[in-house]
């Protein structure tokens, strides 16, 4: 290559690094359901850093809390239980990002006889659309039952 070409092809390339290091999104604040309708106002308020994010939600339901640690997964093995025989709870959470996703899963299975099976589950893919609502699509899973898909949009409140 050319030492004159060089210094251009350097500059061409630091102008097209930022734009594949972009930041995950940031869904801080006070959202406001919109679809589907609801009579009673249901807020989500959400508060994200780096590597935490926390929500809150109050709805006709009463209130709940969810705190997620960014770009992990984990899990909890139980014991034997009194309702689960000889067998093993085990629950499994992730909070990782593909592209400008966040995918929130929880999963409890049940183990026995080293056999694995699914009891339930939900995941949640939170994204911005074009008009910067928030997007929560929520997938629940439950035995005997097709898994479940629901779309949520939520305006920040203002």
Same mark, same amino acid.
């Given at each position: 290559?050319? !030492?004159?070409?060089?210094?251009? !092809?350097?500059?061409?390339?630091?102008?097209?690094?930022?734009? /594949?290091?972009?930041?995950?999104?940031?869904?801080?604040?006070?959202?406001?359901?919109?679809?589907?309708?609801?009579?009673?106002?249901?807020?989500?308020?959400?508060?994200?850093?780096?590597?935490?994010?926390?929500?809150? +939600?109050?709805?006709?339901?009463?209130?709940?809390?969810?705190? &997620?640690?960014?770009?992990?997964?984990?899990?909890?093995?139980?014991?034997i239980g009194p309702t689960l025989g000889a067998s093993?709870a085990n629950v499994e959470w992730s909070a990782v990002?593909?592209?400008?996703?966040? /995918? !929130?899963?929880?999963? !409890?299975?049940?183990?026995?006889?080293?056999?694995?099976?699914?009891? +339930?589950?939900?995941?949640?893919?939170?994204?911005?659309?074009?008009?910067?609502?928030?997007?929560?699509?929520?997938?629940? &899973?439950?035995?005997?039952?097709?898994?479940?898909?629901?779309?949520?949009? &939520?305006?920040?409140?203002?």
């Amino acid at each position: 290559m050319p !030492l004159g070409l060089r210094p251009v !092809l350097a500059l061409a390339m630091l102008a097209v690094l930022p734009a /594949f290091a972009q930041e995950p999104p940031n869904f801080s604040g006070e959202w406001v359901r919109v679809e589907p309708p609801t009579d009673a106002g249901v807020v989500l308020s959400v508060v994200q850093t780096a590597s935490v994010i926390r929500i809150s +939600s109050q709805s006709a339901d009463g209130p709940g809390s969810d705190t &997620y640690t960014l770009g992990t997964k984990g899990g909890i093995v139980g014991g034997i239980g009194p309702t689960l025989g000889a067998s093993t709870a085990n629950v499994e959470w992730s909070a990782v990002w593909k592209d400008m996703t966040l /995918f !929130l899963t929880r999963t !409890l299975s049940v183990i026995q006889d080293s056999v694995k099976t699914r009891v +339930s589950g939900r995941e949640e893919v939170w994204s911005f659309d074009a008009e910067e609502h928030l997007v929560i699509v929520v997938t629940g &899973y439950r035995p005997d039952t097709a898994p479940t898909t629901t779309r949520f949009l &939520y305006r920040k409140r203002r």
